[in-house]
């Protein structure tokens, strides 16, 4: 049984920095696409970025491009979140996901609904 664990949340003030990270263990092969999420009080969840395992090709958020860094150590099923220049509006439970799957993969790995595996969620606070 694949098991996601976080760490790395806290709060902060705003225009500081965290970085989250997330391992996977319990995986007998490498993921498919790992991605952070997010879910702030009384909205809905929001994919913040996506990485490919094999090809690291990774996606944004608009709102987040330029602060936040999705990367990966492909070899541990480990990912982390750089964020940078942090605002209030980050505030939120952010967690991390996985896709195991073998075989080929059409999908675009930005719906929760894609993902098998869910950390348990780690949070993040910035305040003004």
């Known amino acids: 049984q694949v098991q996601l664990v976080e760490s790395g949340g806290g709060s902060v003030q705003a225009g500081g920095s965290l970085r989250l990270s997330c391992a996977a263990s319990?995986?007998?092969?490498?993921?498919?696409?790992m991605a952070w999420f997010r879910q702030a009080p009384g909205k809905e969840r929001e994919v913040v970025a996506r990485?490919?395992?094999?090809?690291?090709?990774?996606y944004y958020a608009d709102s987040l491009k330029g602060r936040f860094t999705i990367s990966q150590v492909n070899a541990q099923n480990t990912v982390y979140l750089q964020m940078n220049s942090l605002q209030p509006d980050d505030t939120a439970m952010y967690y991390c996901?996985?896709?195991?799957?073998?075989?080929?993969?059409?999908?675009?790995?930005?719906?929760?609904?894609?993902?098998?595996?869910w950390g348990q969620g780690t949070q993040v606070t910035v305040s003004s």
């Open positions: 996901a996985a896709l195991f799957r073998l075989g080929r993969y059409g999908g675009t790995c930005l719906s929760g609904s894609e993902y098998n595996y």
């Open positions: 990485i490919f395992s094999q090809a690291g090709t990774t």
């Open positions: 319990g995986a007998r092969y490498s993921s498919m696409c």
